[in-house]
């Protein structure tokens, strides 16, 4: 399918795992994508091109936007992708983790709103666009070894919904919505598992958190994401596209082992 011919977006954090797949699947599908991350690889994934850029840096986003526009003229997608992860129970959190999770995960998301939503103003024609924020399952339920993550990732999801009705009554064609993943098989999921005193164990705990019996893929996620930005989804806004293999729905946390590890217990 080429739902995307013509289309130019951003993908944040796009080098590895989550990112990398939706660069690939959007391009793949016809848009000139940028590809956007703190570290540049060898490996471009078909990005049109790649610039670096960290999240938490204003100026750095106005010259992301800025250079995507001098290339290609317009700004058709945005897909708010970057984040890390923490490990940190409340009582053990220090305040230099909170606050750098906080400056990725949601001022970063933040940051990426405000400029997209400029930039498709003014795209010819008028105004359209579609924004996709990464969030996940820790934006519905409270994990107890992620204080930030829990925190960042809710208010990514109701920072969505701020944004979806603003440019809904305002703007009318651009939208922007959530992505919850659940565990994905990514980079950072092998390195926890691989950390692991057994990392078969660890590996069939994760997979045994969803109901389907396994971990998601990238690729999965990246099929979501283009459904979202494309016409497609054209009547979609302001609302979290659940992608966890059923874990939810199960009521999660009644699935996990009686004994766990930390890289066993969260989901992407």
């Given at each position: 399918m080429r739902r995307l011919e013509g289309r130019v977006g951003i993908v944040t954090g796009g080098s590895s795992g989550i990112g990398a797949a939706c660069v690939r699947r959007l391009a793949d599908e016809g848009a000139s994508v940028v590809l956007a991350d703190v570290t540049l690889t060898s490996e471009t994934h078909g990005a049109a091109m790649c610039l670096p850029h960290d999240v938490r840096d204003e100026a750095q986003w106005e010259q992301v936007v800025?250079?995507?526009?001098?290339?290609?003229?317009?700004?058709?997608?945005?897909?708010?992708n970057a984040g890390i992860t923490s490990t940190q129970p409340i009582e053990e959190v220090t305040l230099d983790l909170w606050e750098n999770i906080l400056a990725i995960n949601l001022t970063g998301t933040m940051l990426g709103c405000k400029h997209a939503v400029r930039a498709m103003r003014g795209n010819p024609g008028?105004?359209?666009?579609?924004?996709?924020?990464?969030?996940?399952?820790?934006?519905?339920?409270?994990?107890?070894?992620?204080?930030?993550?829990?925190?960042?990732?809710?208010?990514?999801?109701?920072?969505?919904?701020?944004?979806?009705?603003?440019?809904?009554?305002?703007?009318?064609?651009?939208?922007?919505?959530?992505?919850?993943?659940?565990?994905?098989?990514?980079?950072?999921?092998?390195?926890?598992?691989s950390s692991a005193p057994d990392r078969q164990v660890a590996r069939a705990a994760m997979?045994?958190?969803?109901?389907?019996?396994?971990?998601g893929t990238a690729e999965e996620m990246a099929a979501c994401v283009a459904f979202l930005v494309s016409d497609d989804a054209s009547f979609v806004t302001g609302t979290e596209l659940i992608a966890d293999g059923g874990w939810l729905a199960d009521g999660g946390t009644t699935r996990l082992p009686p004994t766990r590890t930390m890289s066993t217990q969260r989901p992407a």
């Open positions: 800025t250079t995507t526009l001098e290339r290609f003229g317009r700004l058709d997608f945005l897909v708010n008028g105004a359209s666009g579609s924004i996709v924020n990464i969030s996940s399952m820790a934006g519905f339920v409270g994990l107890a070894q992620s204080a930030g993550y829990n925190a960042t990732k809710g208010g990514v999801r109701l920072l969505t919904k701020s944004v979806a009705v603003r440019c809904a009554t305002e703007y009318g064609s651009i939208r922007c919505n959530s992505l919850h993943p659940g565990a994905i098989d990514t980079p950072i999921h092998e390195r926890r598992l997979d045994a958190l969803q109901p389907v019996g396994r971990m």
